[in-house]
């Protein structure tokens, strides 16, 4: 048996434990160390409270761990476990745990219990070498990560950067394999299909231009996406009159919605949120829908002709945009972000914080006559295989 050990009931996790329940060659049991996310919570970079409208508890098998009073995902320290794992572990059956990461101390617990209780670690994680690297904090990360790694015996690498990151540590060959980062193909691609006939009518409520070139950004309006540096280069592209027509569509919440409001002409606002006056009646023209759950973001990706992902190197990957790609929607990806060089051809990649440049790929996408994403999709059956492989190279051993 393997146990998953997880922080929570992630959105884009739990279609990769139905897919594996579904494939039923291996047997598998999801732990998680908190319940954040079964119910409504506040998510403090959206500044707003939300509960995901997909199931995220139905088709596999789970069951909550005995946590730390007050245990959240994104406190290390919080999250951590109150009972011996290696006491489940036995009674289980289990020969493999396998954890997403070293971002929570639960994480550790689980390595340091699975390690002596005899138990195969795996280890799937977003981390990558984009980052650049202080040089008083890397020789304690490499150091705590050269440890946990030492004790880790399937590394599965969820792209390029993320994989090199492996190798810079001498993690050798036989203990990688390939375990992209895949969101619900299929569920995008029959959700835009399904609206694609309304992308006219879902325009004129957020009072896009039928005739605009609309570029999304789609995702927290938070400090590390740099959204201001997407409606610099609109801003730039839009007074230079190389695209007059351009109209901006925003698609989240944020600390700095209110500065993205005050730099634009907002046509529409779903939040009713009060901007500065801006400068000149010839500003951005920009839509604003506020949140928008799992079943309601296909619109955005139905409505706008490209998506672009200026984040920086906090983006250890950037899932909005296969979300995208999967959606028919062609991106534009800082070269930051973990997903650039194995998600968008090289011509629609930018070097972060190069306002010029990315300005440059949006007049290049939108002059260009056939839109359509190039690169193939990683997919849930890629993954579902990798962890099939691996369960299967195990048993054999056993």
Known sequence: MLAIVTTHPIQYQVPVWQALAQDGRVPFEVWY???FGTRPDRDPEFGKTFQWDIDT????????????????PTSFWRCRLKERLRDRLSASGATAVWIQGWQVAGYWQAVREASTAGVDIWLRAESNDLRPRSWCKWPIKR???GYLFSRIDRFFYIGSANRRLYRSFGVPESKLLSGPYAVDNDRFARQAVSIRGQRDELRWQWGIDQNAFCVLFCGK????????DLVQAGAALKASGRIPNIHMLFAGAGELGGELRSACKAVFDAEGARAKAVASADALPATFTGFLNQTEISRA???ADCLVLPSDHEETWGLVVNEAIASGLPCIVSKA?????DMVEPEWSYPFGDVAALADRIDALCNLKDRSPTRPLPSLAELVSSVAQAYATLANAS
């Open 33 to 35: 160390l908190t319940d």
């Open 337 to 341: 972000c973990g997903c650039a060089e």
């Open 221 to 228: 309006f938070i400090a590390k996406k740099h959204p201001m």
């Open 57 to 72: 508890l139905s088709g596999y098998s789970y069951r909550f761990l005995k946590n730390n009073a007050g245990a959240t």
């Open 301 to 303: 990706y139905v409505a």
């Open 143 to 145: 150091a705590a990560l």
